[in-house]
């Protein structure tokens, strides 16, 4: 039962343009929600998070929406750059603990 | 620079053979996570510490063992692995819920 998903495994942007990734959530305890980039061979970094309180959050580029009524949340990514090209992953956590649920990722590809 | 290093970054053992992959970190976090992640899924949970307080997965299997010998280093014992086992295995740090987690290189085993 998976309690977070990114449903697109991929998705190709060209450069310049705004990438928005997905991202579902089922567990309504859930409270803080980040998103992580990663790299080949690296891993995860965090980019950007957001709390339930909030709707949006901003952060140069990256802009994180939260839809609580539709368990939902989005990151946008604007203008998009080739080194954005990245496997992206949505992660929550409730307000009871520190442990996080990752979704699958997403991979994005900003092509020229 | 502070930052969380993980050894070896590849790691082969044959099946059967115990496996130890170790996590030291100069963030002076008090939270430290081990999760399993396989090929296009979510990294998942295996154990977190919290200071030496060690909270295992319900779902994690008895194989999988771990410890906490001071703040700085963590280590993952995979007693007998199987060729299920066969993951990228990472090492995360946190001070606290809406910090973040910060993760290693992570160290990818192979099981022969």
Redesign the interface.
């Known amino acids: 039962d998976q309690q977070v998903k990114q449903n697109s495994p991929s998705l190709s942007v060209q450069e310049g343009r705004i990438s928005i990734l997905n991202c579902d959530y089922t567990n309504s305890m859930f409270d803080y929600f980040l998103w992580y980039k990663k790299y080949p061979a690296e891993g995860p970094t965090f980019l950007i998070s957001i709390s339930s309180i909030k709707d949006k959050n901003e952060d140069g580029r990256f802009t994180v929406f939260l839809n609580k009524s539709a368990k939902h949340l989005s990151l946008h990514i604007v203008p998009s750059q080739p080194g954005d090209s990245a496997v992206y992953f949505c992660a929550a956590s409730d307000y009871n603990t520190d442990k996080l649920i990752f979704g699958t990722g997403t991979r994005l590809q900003v092509f020229p | 620079d502070a930052m969380?290093i993980?050894n070896p970054?590849y790691q082969v053992t044959q099946f059967g053979k115990p496996v130890t992959l170790s996590c030291s970190q100069t963030l002076n976090h008090n939270?430290m996570?081990w999760y399993q992640q396989k090929s296009?899924?979510?990294?998942?949970?295996l154990f977190?510490y919290?200071d030496k307080d060690f909270n295992n997965e319900a779902d994690t299997p008895d194989n999988f063992q771990s410890r906490r010998p001071n703040t700085s280093f963590c280590f993952l014992d995979i007693r007998s692995p199987g060729l299920g086992d066969a993951a990228m295995y990472?090492c995360?740090t946190?001070r606290?819920?809406?910090s973040?987690?910060?993760?290693?290189?992570?160290t990818r085993l192979t099981v022969l």
């Open positions: 969380v993980q970054r939270v996570y296009s899924q979510a990294p998942k949970l977190h919290y990472l995360a946190s606290g819920r809406e973040g987690q910060f993760f290693g290189p992570g």
